[in-house]
């Protein structure tokens, strides 16, 4: 009677469980961040209640069985706060990421291959990058009136020129290669160049600066909201809640340090898992590091 044949797991597999145990913290972080995106996907599912509903009498409450963190200074209940907080900021990170990433990898290409329209593609970004990216995203709010997607466009815009110079950098190395040549010289129209040759050696820098942005948008989403200029605050985001809970920090100190904490282990994760990333995918760089 033959041995039951046993299943080789996949080579991505094998692969990834040796980096997961050489690097901890990056299978840490990954666990982290899909928690906080469970949470706020399935908000209403984790015990909370409305984080808009307001009860005077219950104000400004200690942790409890029925307030798990406390209540803030108009009776909000502020563990309904904190997790439908999360969903501003993965919305926020999610959707800057995502779109900042997408222009900026179009302007990029295009940019970095076509010669004569490099200096001037360049030369908008250039300026872009010389606005402060936090008072630009002010500016923005400010003349667009505060709302969700108001404050993604706003920082969007000073995202979108770090990544075009990111892809412009490997686009005007890769256009050199023999194959791209090659390709040119039997007359291979240009979007099939950018689409087959070039576009594949842009996608592992723009995954791990992806997560890089996405970082920067939620912190930069929490700074907006802290100094009035981001969403409405009737709305639940970690930003409005320290931005509330400073103000009877001596009385109720921790209305403003659990989103305080939750902010920063959120980021703390996403810079983890982006570090992790470029080390898995560019492993020549993390030997030289």
């Known amino acids: 009677m033959s041995a039951p044949a046993t299943t080789l797991p996949p080579a991505r597999l094998t692969g990834l469980m040796p980096f997961l145990r050489r690097y901890p913290l990056v299978a840490i972080a990954g666990v982290i961040l899909a928690a906080i995106v469970l949470a706020a996907v399935f908000a209403p599912l984790m ?44 919305i926020v990170g999610l959707a ?10 179009v302007i990029g290409l295009v940019a970095g291959y076509i010669r004569w329209l490099d200096a001037i593609v360049m030369r908008i970004m250039d300026g872009l990058m010389a606005i402060p990216g936090i008072l630009l995203a002010i500016a923005l709010v400010s003349v667009s009136g505060a709302s969700l997607w108001t404050v993604i466009i706003a920082i969007m815009v000073p995202e979108i020129p770090r990544v075009v110079r990111l892809v412009r950098s490997v686009v005007l190395t890769v256009r050199e290669e023999p194959y791209v040549e090659a390709a040119v010289s039997v007359g291979t129209k240009l979007p099939l160049i950018l689409i087959r040759h070039i576009l594949p050696n842009c996608i592992p820098p723009l995954i791990v600066q992806a997560t890089y942005v996405a970082a920067s948008a939620m912190l930069t989403e929490a700074i907006l909201s802290f100094l009035g200029a981001g969403t409405p605050p009737i709305i639940p985001s970690w930003g409005n809640m320290v931005a509330e809970g400073r103000l009877l920090f001596q009385i109720q100190p921790w209305n403003l340090l659990w989103p305080g904490i939750a902010l920063a282990v959120t980021i703390l994760s996403v810079n983890v898992l982006g570090d992790g990333l470029r080390d898995r995918l560019d492993p020549k760089l993390a030997k030289r590091m």
Not at 54 to 83: C, E, F, I, K, N
Not at 97 to 104: P, R
């Open 96 to 105: 800057v990421a995502a779109l900042s990433v997408g222009l900026g990898l």
């Open 47 to 90: 015990g909370t209640r409305d984080p808009t509903s307001m009860s005077p009498l219950q104000r400004l409450r200690p942790p409890s069985d029925a307030y798990w963190l406390g209540t803030d200074h108009l009776g909000r209940d502020v563990w309904s706060r904190l997790v439908f907080g999360a969903r501003v900021s993965v």
